[in-house]
Every structure is written in C-alpha cells, then in structure tokens.
C-alpha cells in the first residue's frame, strides 16, 4: 500500500544553508528558506531535517541550527531521526528513511553550491503556488 504522504530528508550545512558556515549558521542558499516552509505547510509533506549536526558529538553547533531554523520560520517534522509513522512500521534504525533526500553531496548533480542552488529554485518553479505543490506531490507519490 502506497503512502498518502510523501517523506523528504533535507541536509542542513550546504543544503540550507551556503557551504563553509559550520558551526554557525549565517546564510540560506537562494529559494531553500521559500521551498521548506511551503513544504511544511503541506498536510501530504512530512520533513526531517537530517543533519550530521547532532546534540551528541556537538552541542553548540546543534543548537546554532536550531535557533536559525526557529529564527527562518521553519519546522520540520522529526531531526536526524524518522517519523513517528515509519517506526509503527518497523523504520528503527539509525538511518532515515525518505522518499526524498536532498543533500548537497548526494549525487553527482550537486556537489557544487550552483547545483544545489539550481535544485532549489527548479523545486520552487514546481510548488510555488497550492495547484503546482499538490500536482509535484501527486507525482512523487506515483514515483514510489
């Protein structure tokens, strides 16, 4: 059985933010800030932040992105672990599972601030309104 919402794990240092601000957090990459909220404000979107930022190995630098998400207005699902609805179904390990993983260093296609840049504003071009958002999710959810 297919889902009714579609998983996205988006990385923070060089995702969200531009490259090289590690442990602060100063500056979106272009369109990232729009995308997320848009993203979370949709009931058939569930985000989780997934970083190598975590409360264990360093406080200070967790805590630096947290408060510049709270600061952007931007909320996410479940951070550096998956969602309550996928551990009902067994998803407990450390890895996170998503539909969706949209990091800086995930493929070939990025792996340079352009590339990521690109991705963000193509991803705005197909949500930026209700109608567009609800079609690029109809047609995700048919991908998985």
């Given at each position: 059985?297919?889902?009714?919402?579609?998983?996205?794990?988006?990385?923070?240092?060089?995702?969200?933010?531009?490259?090289?601000?590690?442990?602060?957090?100063?500056?979106?990459?272009?369109?990232?800030?729009?995308?997320?909220?848009?993203?979370?404000?949709?009931?058939?979107?569930?985000?989780?932040?997934?970083?190598?930022?975590?409360?264990?190995?360093?406080?200070?630098?967790?805590?630096?992105?947290?408060?510049?998400?709270?600061e952007?207005?931007?909320?996410?699902?479940?951070?550096?672990?998956?969602?309550?609805?996928?551990?009902?179904l067994?998803?407990?390990?450390?890895?996170?599972?998503?539909?969706?993983?949209?990091d800086?260093?995930?493929?070939?296609?990025?792996?340079?601030?352009?590339?990521?840049?690109?991705?963000?504003?193509?991803?705005?071009?197909?949500?930026?309104?209700?109608?567009?958002?609800?079609?690029?999710?109809?047609?995700?959810?048919?991908?998985?």
């Amino acid at each position: 059985m297919k889902p009714d919402f579609l998983t996205i794990a988006v990385d923070f240092d060089g995702t969200i933010i531009g490259p090289h601000q590690y442990p602060e957090a100063k500056t979106a990459n272009p369109f990232a800030i729009e995308c997320l909220k848009v993203l979370s404000r949709c009931p058939r979107v569930k985000l989780i932040l997934w970083s190598c930022r975590d409360k264990d190995s360093d406080l200070t630098a967790y805590n630096n992105m947290i408060n510049w998400l709270d600061e952007h207005d931007i909320h996410f699902d479940a951070i550096n672990d998956n969602l309550e609805e996928h551990k009902k179904l067994g998803f407990k390990c450390r890895k996170v599972f998503a539909n969706i993983y949209i990091d800086d260093l995930s493929n070939e296609s990025f792996g340079s601030k352009n590339k990521i840049v690109d991705y963000w504003c193509q991803l705005w071009n197909r949500i930026y309104n209700d109608r567009s958002l609800n079609q690029w999710v109809d047609e995700m959810i048919r991908l998985i």
